[in-house]
């Protein structure tokens, strides 16, 4: 989660989704990445770890075992600028590197590594539908998103929701979402 607002609706979503994984026996964690903290700058040890083969910092090595024991990573996420928060981006940047999420083999070409990891994406836009439609902002984001970042590192995005602001009904919004995500476990 990428939203620092404890009152957002991405909080709530959150919330819901948990709560109905939790009904039909499953375990969630979430990671609260504006609580915890996380840094989202690649830097100079990121950058090392990549060129150089350097060590790979110590909050990426334990965001990488936190995806490693999940089955599932369900991305719950305000859309800032026709896109994820750059808190979300940071963690991706830094968390789906090469040799971990995917390797650069010479004969092979790239070679996806989170076959294993499904994935679930649900944006919160402050935009209606239309406006995502007319300029193409939705066609946009699923390039960049599901097939730029996850289908290069071969976790397959089994939900996408986008989720506006001219829904029939808000307060059902949490709850709608969570079902989507629940009735395609696998």
Same mark, same amino acid.
């Given at each position: ?13 959150? #919330? ?5 994984? %939790? ?10 990445? #504006?609580?915890? +903290? $996380?840094?989202?700058? $690649? +830097?100079p040890?990121?950058?090392? #770890?990549y ?5 790979t910092? =110590? =909050?990426v090595? @334990?965001e ?8 599932h ?6 859309? &800032?600028?026709?896109?994820?928060p750059?808190?979300? !981006?940071g963690?991706?940047? @830094? *968390?789906f *590197?090469?040799?971990?999420? $995917?390797?650069? =083999?010479? %004969?092979l070409g ?7 990891? !499904? ?11 239309? /406006? &995502?439609?007319?300029?193409g902002? @939705?066609?946009?984001?699923? /390039?960049?998103?599901e097939? +730029?970042? $996850?289908?290069?590192?071969? #976790?397959?995005?089994? /939900?996408?929701?986008?989720?506006t602001t001219?829904?029939?009904?808000a307060a ?5 979402a ?6 395609r476990?696998s």
């Amino acid at each position: 989660m990428a939203h620092p607002a404890a009152a957002s609706l991405t909080r709530a979503v959150t #919330a819901a989704i948990v709560q109905a994984l %939790e009904a039909v026996r499953h375990t969630a964690q979430i990671a609260d990445l #504006a609580r915890e +903290g $996380f840094n989202p700058i $690649f +830097g100079p040890a990121d950058h090392a #770890a990549y060129a150089a083969g350097g060590p790979t910092p =110590d =909050d990426v090595l @334990r965001e990488q075992r936190r995806i490693d024991r999940a089955d599932h990573l369900i991305l719950v996420y305000p859309v &800032y600028w026709w896109s994820m928060p750059a808190l979300l !981006k940071g963690w991706i940047d @830094r *968390v789906f *590197v090469s040799g971990w999420a $995917f390797d650069e =083999d010479a %004969e092979l070409g790239i070679v996806k590594k989170l076959d294993q990891l !499904k994935v679930h994406l649900v944006a919160l836009g402050g935009a209606d539908k239309a /406006t &995502y439609a007319r300029r193409g902002y @939705r066609q946009a984001m699923q /390039t960049q998103i599901e097939h +730029g970042i $996850f289908d290069f590192c071969g #976790a397959p995005v089994v /939900t996408s929701q986008l989720i506006t602001t001219n829904h029939p009904d808000a307060a059902a919004l949490p709850l709608e979402a969570a079902q989507s995500i629940t009735r395609r476990l696998s």
